[in-house]
């Protein structure tokens, strides 16, 4: 037996059990729902858990002393959203009893209403399937109605500290191990390149893939993207440089005329592109598969490998997915 090992009949020590528990590497989540009245409500939780598939379930434990208890007990659904490595800030604002936790985060309704924040590591909206009395804390269970995650790399925790975790994702997956995030942003024939300062153009690139529709670039400026036409288009090494690319194709918000935009950015004719201008063959190889593939109506999805690439072409108009699960269960 180890020598710290608590004797059966002894009662056990809550500070000692305390630390025991924190031996257990966790992540770090922000569970969030609101009041009757639509007030936002959120704390930070690391007791969060994947329970069921088939239903879709996960659980999570909430103090009675809590705040919020009152209201994560009373609301029909809340969020879970799983902080990313440099959340920390965030973690601390929710752990907090502020009066005001929302003000330093971007959230949005998606399927129930809970607030998902736009800025996490994964997020997952859900209805309350059921609640569990459990000593001083409550133990929610959430059936998951949607969820979003993007390829960043987690924040853990660990004996009461904040812990960086190895991610299991291939090197050069990970938004903070240098890989650019491009967009494809098309408005009305047009495509939207922005300017490298010495004369060429690039793809306006954003440092990571935003859950809700606002896309804040590299740079500041901010634009809004058709929330539902958002698709991965590109994953690639550029030669002789560290970062790889990985690139959605997406479509402004609007037809994009009433669009301010700063010097840096501009849109070019989809079918007037200035391919002398553009740094790199990867990226002029991977415009004019784009330009071919939108005359033809219809994208593939590439990936680099070793021999040259491949592309996977995907057949038909995208379909909202409650709606392609809903008609292969009627076997169409
Ligand atoms: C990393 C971390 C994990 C936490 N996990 C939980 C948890 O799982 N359940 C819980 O009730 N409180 C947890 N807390 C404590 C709450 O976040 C804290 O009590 C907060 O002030 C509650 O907010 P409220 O009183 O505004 O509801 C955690 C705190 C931290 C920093």
């Known amino acids: 037996m180890a020598e710290q090992a608590a004797k059966s009949d002894a009662p056990i020590d809550p500070v000692a059990l305390r630390r025991a528990f924190g031996t257990f590497v966790t992540g770090v989540t922000v569970l969030t729902t609101r009041e009757a009245d639509g007030t936002p409500r959120g704390m930070t939780a690391n007791s969060f858990t994947s329970v069921s598939l088939d239903p879709p379930l996960l659980l999570v434990c909430v103090a009675k ?71 001083d804390h409550a133990i929610l269970i959430g059936q998951v109605r949607a969820f979003g995650t993007s390829p960043t790399a987690p924040l853990g925790f660990c004996r009461g500290q904040y812990a960086s975790v190895k991610d299991p994702l291939p090197n050069g997956w990970l938004a903070s191990h240098g890989m650019i995030i491009g967009y494809l942003v098309e408005a009305g024939e047009r495509l939207l390149l922005r300017s490298d300062g010495k004369g060429g153009w690039v793809l306006p690139s954003a440092r990571r893939r935003k859950a809700d529709s606002q896309l804040m670039l590299d740079g500041g400026d901010a634009l809004r993207l058709m929330p539902e036409e958002t698709f991965l288009y590109s994953v690639f090494d550029v030669a002789d440089s560290d970062p790889g690319y990985l690139v959605y194709r997406a479509r402004l918000a609007g037809e994009g005329a009433d669009v301010a935009l700063p010097e840096s950015l501009r849109f070019f004719p989809v079918d007037d592109l200035p391919y002398d201008a553009i740094a790199t063959h990867e990226l002029r190889a991977m415009l004019r598969r784009y330009v071919q593939e939108r005359h033809a109506g219809r994208f593939g999805i590439y990936m680099d490998s070793d021999d040259g690439g491949r592309v996977a072409m995907i057949d038909g108009q995208a379909r909202a997915w409650l709606q392609a699960t809903h008609n292969q269960d009627q076997g169409q």
């Open 65 to 135: 002393s809590a705040s919020s208890y009152a209201a994560f007990t009373a609301s029909n659904c809340f969020a879970v959203n799983i902080l990313h490595e440099g959340q920390v800030d965030v973690s601390a604002t929710f752990a907090s009893k502020s009066p005001d936790k929302f003000l330093s985060v971007n959230h949005d309704a998606v399927h129930t209403g809970a607030p998902v924040l736009t800025d996490s590591l994964t997020w997952f909206d859900c209805s309350l399937y059921n609640s569990v009395d459990a000593g």
